[in-house]
């Protein structure tokens, strides 16, 4: 009897705890089915910003039209365009440098109104030009404080060329104003600027509208000025204006090719604004303005602003 007490006992046993377990086995089926899930971690795709676009500003040559780059100035900084670099020529070289060192448009027109011409009229007896240059060095380096060309407010380079060579050269450290010089040496007009040891000119003659150098420069976006003289017309009565109408053929020629890799170009109506005639220069710079505003939407449109 004992033994088969001990075995119902035993049985009991086994029963009550496989039961226990179906049970615990039952309710954590049940708890798993209704819990919720884990809520699932976020996607994150990393996307990076679309890059600025590196702009510059080419200034053209064309002596006392170059006025008319204030005027383009004064219109694109209305609208916050501004430039990451500057280069210009000849008198691109002279409203570029003051625009990389610090003056805004309407002080560079206040200095414009108020610039007597006969201050560049430093002339010289014999020698290889009528003008010496070095009044146009004093004035560009008062007005910067004397500061070099890599310490200047934005990055600014000017084209000159080399005499010798008949190379493009691009200056864009040491003497602001001697660069400047250089790139406005007219031949004829202004003696060559002798920089370590080489003579170098106008630098018109290489590169007019000076994209190319903005491009090295680190430029995406090329707004080019051209400011120079159309060929068709100009008076060739003289040995003078035969001289200028070469040199007016000569640059329009070499000035396309440059233009074609720009990406907006601007060309004031300057037909009776003359090299020489400073006395224009008011109008010169009306004209830049209602260029560079004819010229906002499509800069615009391809900046994506």
Avoid at 229 to 236: K, R, T, Y
Avoid at 270 to 277: C, E, G, I, Q
């Amino acid at each position: 009897m004992k033994f088969a007490g001990c075995a119902v006992n035993v049985s009991r046993i086994r029963t009550l705890s496989l039961l226990r377990r179906s049970l615990l086995t039952a309710g954590l089926l049940w708890l798993t089915g209704c819990a919720s899930p884990p809520p699932a971690k976020p996607l994150i795709i990393a996307v990076n910003p679309p890059a600025k676009a590196k702009i510059a500003l080419a200034l053209g040559g064309g002596a006392a039209r170059g006025f008319a780059h204030i005027g383009v100035i004064k219109m694109l900084e209305s609208q916050g365009i501004v430039p990451d670099y500057i280069v210009g020529t000849s008198a691109g070289a002279v409203v570029g440098s003051l625009y990389a060192g610090g003056f805004d448009a309407f002080a560079m027109q206040k200095i414009a109104q108020q610039l007597d011409e006969t201050l560049f009229a430093d002339w010289t007896l014999g020698g290889r030009g009528l003008l010496k240059g070095e009044a146009l060095q004093d004035f560009i380096n008062q007005h910067l404080n004397r500061r070099p060309l890599e310490k200047l407010r934005i990055p600014f380079g000017t084209v000159a060329t080399d005499l010798n060579s008949g190379e493009r050269v691009v200056f864009r450290n040491g003497d602001t104003g001697m660069a400047v010089r250089a790139s406005a040496a007219v031949p004829g007009v202004f003696q060559p600027t002798r920089i370590n040891g080489k003579n170098y000119v106008d630098g018109g003659l290489s590169s007019p509208i000076p994209v190319k150098a903005a491009r090295e420069m680190g430029a995406d976006f090329v707004i080019a000025v051209d400011i120079s003289a159309i060929a068709e017309g100009q008076p060739v009565d003289s040995m003078s204006s035969i001289l200028w109408q070469t040199t007016t053929i000569m640059g329009s020629i070499i000035g396309k090719n440059e233009l074609a890799s720009a990406d907006i170009v601007i060309r004031p109506k300057l037909p009776y604004v003359k090299s020489w005639d400073f006395t224009a220069r008011h109008d010169a710079m009306l004209e830049g303005e209602r260029a560079a505003l004819v010229a906002l939407p499509a800069i615009k449109q391809k900046l994506g602003r």
